[in-house]
């Protein structure tokens, strides 16, 4: 029988139904099994039913007729001087995309693509540039984590995960949500939702449906502009959503205790970096609970957009701490490789 299902697009919750449905013993046998599945896969890191050791022959054999294991090939890894790596990540299919590690003591981070391309047009960005060519499947999600978690070090993992590479993560919603689930399982990958981060570019009912999911991952929004002018300019989503809207819809996010929501802003010179903007951010998100992080745009080659000046960076980041605001800068790991934000661009078929 030809093998029809990769089995890293199953949640734990799908392949016990369908070994209820197809293996004959107890239904909460299948359940045991579903577990191991998943400890052999997601913790052990094996890449064959061969090695999943305490599951019988029998049952290993059943998995073989039904399911394949998919792993991802590094096409290309570039590494930066300040020790993150940009991988470039072959799919199935003939198409590629980015994914990123960035070291850190002690959290690693993955950022990692959602999509082949992405749909929104935003004017600042390069993966924007491409167009949206296809969702990435949940599997081929997890695998760009299973890859760069392969490459490092043995002594090395990794603990976070950020939805900020290529694409708009909840365009590819049910797929993201499958691998969420898959991360955050215990008997998976188990990684704390709370070191997870998903990022948007302000997609309104997707936010909504997103705060009523059992699973709570942070979550971070693009704004990138204070005004509807300014937003619309750099990011035509705003032209469906603008911004009042948009808070509106953060106001009534459901926030666990302690939880924030993260607003990403982009510094550009003389549009984005004064200090009339700094005013309106903290006009426009008053009375929610949130941190800001500033990036300062990065150039990439088509850009009509200039960098801003460090020290208008750094007023404008004093303006906001001196009014009570965290506001990190986010200087982009990976510049000299084009790893940063902004610069992922790949995807023709190789
Ligand atoms: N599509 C999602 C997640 C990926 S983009 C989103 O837009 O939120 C990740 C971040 O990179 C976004 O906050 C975006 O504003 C930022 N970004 C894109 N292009 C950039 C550039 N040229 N310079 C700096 N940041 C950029
Ligand atoms: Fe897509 Fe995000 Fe780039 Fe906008 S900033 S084009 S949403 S990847």
Redesign the pocket.
């Known amino acids: 029988m030809s093998k029809l299902y990769n089995i890293k697009n199953w949640t734990r919750q799908n392949l016990w139904a369908w070994m209820v449905e197809n293996a004959e013993t107890q239904s909460k046998m299948q359940a045991f099994r579903a577990d191991q599945i998943f400890y052999w896969l997601y913790q052990q890191k094996v890449e064959s039913f061969a090695e999943m050791l305490n599951i019988s022959q029998e049952i290993r054999k059943m998995l073989e007729e039904h399911f394949w294991i998919s792993s991802m090939k590094i096409a290309e890894s570039q590494k930066s001087q300040d020790g993150s790596i940009k991988y470039r990540l072959l799919l199935e299919d003939g198409y590629s995309i980015e994914c990123v590690f960035m070291p850190h003591t002690n959290h690693n981070t993955v950022c990692v693509s959602s999509q082949v391309g992405?749909g929104?047009g935003?004017d600042?960005?390069?993966t924007g540039t491409m167009g949206l060519v296809r969702n990435l499947k949940t599997a081929e999600i997890i695998d760009q984590i299973l890859t760069v978690w392969g490459d490092l070090p043995d002594e090395q993992n990794l603990r976070n995960i950020v939805?900020?590479?290529m694409?708009?993560?909840f365009h590819n919603y049910k797929n993201l949500l499958q691998a969420l689930e898959i991360l955050t399982d215990k008997h998976g990958f188990n990684f704390s939702q709370r070191r997870i981060t998903v990022?948007?570019?302000g997609l309104l009912p997707k936010i909504r449906r997103f705060g009523k999911e059992r699973i709570k991952t942070n979550l971070?929004i693009?704004l990138?502009g204070v005004t509807d002018d300014v937003r619309s300019k750099l990011m035509p989503i705003n032209k469906a959503y603008n911004l009042e809207e948009l808070i509106k819809v953060c106001r009534e996010f459901p926030l666990e205790s302690r939880r924030r929501i993260t607003f990403?802003y982009?510094l550009i010179r003389n549009l984005t970096d004064s200090i009339e903007d700094a005013k309106g951010l903290i006009r426009l998100l008053h009375g929610l609970k949130f941190k800001i992080n500033l990036?300062p745009?990065?150039s990439?080659p088509i850009s009509k957009y200039q960098v801003p000046s460090p020290e208008q960076a750094r007023k404008f980041q004093k303006y906001l701490l001196d009014h009570g605001v965290v506001a990190p800068i986010r200087i982009?790991k990976g510049q000299d490789i084009q790893g940063a934000?902004?610069?992922l661009v790949v995807g023709a078929k190789t």
């Open positions: 992405c929104m935003c600042f960005c390069m939805f900020m590479g694409g708009e993560p990022s948007t570019s971070a693009s990138n990403e982009i990036i745009f990065n990439t982009s934000c902004g610069q």
